[in-house]
């Protein structure tokens, strides 16, 4: 398993993994590619989007906001392929 940064050329694939692994949440495309790519606030708020891939497919991801002059994080959306959960791709992650 490899982690790396994630770019809207991977939104599709993202989007597969977060309709099967987030099921208590309902996205469109353009909502999950709004909540990981468009920053309201880019002068506060920093955005990232690690990947963990095995064998070039998506198994998680997770989407961090920092905000460096409030010395704030959090996460904003994380999901874990379900065959892929109790494996170590969370840990790698974070």
């Known amino acids: 398993m490899e982690i790396v940064e994630g770019s809207r050329s991977d939104l599709s694939d993202i989007f597969d993994l977060a309709t099967t692994a987030l099921v ?23 955005y990232r989007l690690d990947l963990a891939r095995e064998n070039q497919a998506i198994v998680g991801f997770m989407h961090a906001v920092t905000r ?20 170590k791709a969370a840990s790698d992650l974070l």
């Open 24 to 46: 208590h949440d309902s996205f469109s495309i353009k909502l999950l590619e709004e909540k990981l790519f468009q920053n309201p606030c880019p002068d506060q708020d920093q």
């Open 68 to 87: 460096p002059a409030e010395s704030r994080a959090w996460l904003g959306l994380f999901a874990i392929a379900r065959a892929k959960q109790r494996h």
